[in-house]
């Protein structure tokens, strides 16, 4: 049975119980006994029904999952070449992001087709993503039979104006929400004005005041859609080499993020309306954390929630890059990315990573508190998105 309908129970039996007491048809509680009883007090004012918040609600539901249920929820994995949907009963998966392995040479039918059966496999939905940058990172519409021509690279779009942003953008959310992802891991909030950089590519090659003004509209767009976006990479990717295959150090000052990197990752924040998410970048940025890359490091999440404010879903990059594959002990780097902050972990290697975790929490190397709080961020973020059914909510 989907688990949305046990919660549907829940929440009945938490008001049949007298928990949450049941609304008057006029919405408001009978007036208390001792005012009918003295009429020469002036009544109060009626008191509210007491009503679960959403948070509360998401709580609640949490209470009726096993760790290993939570535990699942964080991780957010390559789709698997075999056995995606059973995996996703095996592992409790929080969702899958598709690659160009994924879509390549199948039909829409046959996209949308496999993606329900992960969907249908799934006890809470599934977050279901994929890269469409445009330009040079598009894995849905590389494929001919998805579409007819690439989306062109966001560089080429900003300079044909504001209004082009709009409509590539709504476009690219069309056509991936009929298909069945829920969420586009773009835009790519970072500042490159030197055609030399590793990610000049996949910016739109302007100064930081122009790439806050193109995540807000992109955002804003796609959070009209309906479906999630992704700001990439925080702290600000600058001219760092490829963590694809190695380390990268930033020794740029707090300085430069302050007045740059971080301008188009806070108008993106405040254009996403709770259904924007954060990634954070494997590069060692030595002004906020000499050691660790940012993706592991707890001081950079510090800064994201703290001077940014930002209190939505950060996701790492692909934990299986070389860039952070040999700081975790034990091989178990999702931990270490759980512990800085991180809500969801993107990894090819989630099924060693996942157990990993969950040994932690049982253990008592990772606080089952943690688990919990980032938990309720994604079934959160996933309830903005619309994922969550209305049965859910009660």
Known sequence: MKRYFVIAILLLSLTSCGSIPPAQPDDTLPLEQTTQNNPLEEPEEPALPIALTDTETLSAFMETMTVEEKVGQLFFVRCPASNAAADVQTYHLGGYILFG??????????????????????????????????????????????????????????????????????????????????????????????????????????????????????????SADNIGSVLKHFPGYGNNVDTHTGIAIDQRPMETFTANDFLPFQSGIAAGDGKTAILA??????????????????????????????????????????????????????????QAGNDLIITTDYRTQIPKVIEAVKTGALDESVIDTACLRVLQWKQNLGLLPTELLG
């Open 101 to 222: 392995r994924d879509t390549m040479d199948k039909t829409a039918n046959d996209l949308i087709q496999a993606i329900a059966s992960y969907q249908d496999a799934a006890q809470i939905p599934l977050l279901i993503g994929v890269d469409e940058e445009g330009g040079t990172v598009v894995r849905v519409s590389s494929n001919p039979h998805l579409r007819s021509a690439k989306f062109s690279a966001p560089r080429q779009i900003w300079q044909a104006g504001a209004e082009a942003v709009d409509a590539d953008t709504h476009e690219k959310d069309l056509l991936l929400k009929a298909l069945g992802f829920n969420v586009n891991l773009a835009p790519v909030a970072d500042v490159s004005t030197n055609s030399s950089d590793f990610i000049y590519a996949r910016t739109i090659g302007e100064d930081a005041q122009t790439v806050a003004f193109y995540t807000d509209a992109v955002v804003k767009t796609m």
């Open 281 to 338: 970048s494997h590069n060692i940025v030595e002004c906020m954390d000499a050691e660790l890359p940012a993706s592991l490091s707890p001081a950079v999440h510090q800064i994201l929630r703290e001077t940014l404010k930002f209190d939505g879903v950060i996701m790492t990059d692909d934990l299986a890059m070389d860039a952070v594959a040999a700081y975790a002990k034990d091989g178990a780097v999702s931990v270490m990315a759980v």
